[in-house]
DNA sequence: CAAACGTGGGT
DNA sequence: TACCCAAGTTT
């Protein structure tokens, strides 16, 4: 029977079209063959290991992960080895890596994983969800990637690949609907082994095949089924997709201030923040962001370092 | 729910 | 040169 009978009420007519059963073999047996060896997904790689790179790949290419994941495994091979820093060593061992309260969010994470999990990440959905920077997508993968068990896990990949082989668009849309779950729901194979597999190996076709600018559709195994392409692979037509401005902007500030913060091994004081940009009210602004999330730490008389 | 939140490489 | 995009989460 399919699994979708089980999971949804009534799959839409797209998934019954296709059913999940043509799709799992061949994704499955191409991630066999294709699949790019990475640490966190190596035997030997633990929950801790597949945890940090989830946070340091949320919204971060894999080949800038890869070298900062290595010295963090290396430093902090278990969750209390990173609590027992100061939050300052977890920002500043993120270097650029982009999006820095990730940094502080995981040292958090790790604090509740030794305070509260006697040290191990948690195998229960749940309970992942609960720890900060652990939202809806991450706890499915630390679930699903370190622990084998069944449960839909959409990333931007996985939904854009649904978006493309059953809805037959060529973009998902910009936030998760529940539609994209439903259909996710409906896929995800019966048997949990191969449940996790197949979150796996979806993620990775559409991060090596499915691609976002070019997809090389030659390579897909899944192409005779794709919808989209079924319909001669139509453009984008809905609302503009959401960009990002960067330049001039609070995060540009923000930027450079705690690049000058992790650049410095000891505290650092204002005229060298004041330095790193011009205007002086978007610049205390900027200031005063980072100081109420957490990532700098004000001392007396206008001098500044990470947090401790 | 839209907007904020870094950084860098590809086209 | 601009703009797009990258294993999202939080407010």
Excluded: K
Aim: charged share 20%; hydrophobic share 45%.
């Amino acid at each position: 029977m399919s699994q979708s009978a089980r999971h949804s009420a009534s799959p839409s007519p797209a998934v019954s079209r296709l059913g999940g059963d043509a799709l799992h073999d061949p994704v499955i047996d191409w991630f066999g063959e294709h699949a790019r060896d990475l640490p966190w997904r190596r035997p030997d790689a633990g929950a801790w290991s597949v945890m940090v790179s989830e946070f340091m790949l949320q919204q971060t290419p894999v080949v800038r992960v890869l070298p900062v994941h290595q010295e963090w495994l290396a430093r902090w091979p278990r969750p209390a080895d990173l609590a027992a820093e100061s939050p300052g060593e977890a920002v500043r061992a993120w270097g650029r890596l982009g999006y820095p309260r990730r940094a502080l969010r995981l040292h958090a994470a790790a604090t509740a994983i030794a305070a509260q999990h006697g040290g191990e990440v948690p195998r229960d959905h749940a309970q992942l969800l609960a720890l900060p920077g652990v939202g809806e997508y991450t706890a499915a993968a630390v679930a699903s990637f370190a622990y084998g068990q069944r449960h839909i896990v959409l990333d931007t990949n996985v939904r854009r690949v649904f978006a493309r082989a059953v809805s037959g668009t060529a973009y998902p849309p910009n936030a998760t609907t529940a539609a994209e779950r439903r259909t996710a729901q409906a896929l995800l194979p019966a048997d949990e082994a191969v449940a996790a597999r197949w979150a796996a190996a979806t993620m990775e076709l559409g991060a090596l095949v499915c691609t976002a600018r070019s997809p090389e559709c030659g390579r897909c195994p899944i192409a005779a089924h794709c919808a989209w392409r079924l319909a001669g692979s139509p453009a984008h037509d809905g609302p503009p997709r959401r960009g990002q401005s960067y330049a001039g902007t609070d995060r540009q500030v923000r930027g450079r201030l705690l690049a000058v913060l992790r650049a410095s091994a000891g505290p650092v004081p204002q005229a060298a923040l004041d330095a790193v940009w011009h205007e002086p009210v978007q610049r205390a602004r900027a200031l005063d962001g980072l100081v109420e999330d957490g990532l700098v730490e004000p001392l007396a008389d206008g001098v500044y370092r990470l947090p401790a």
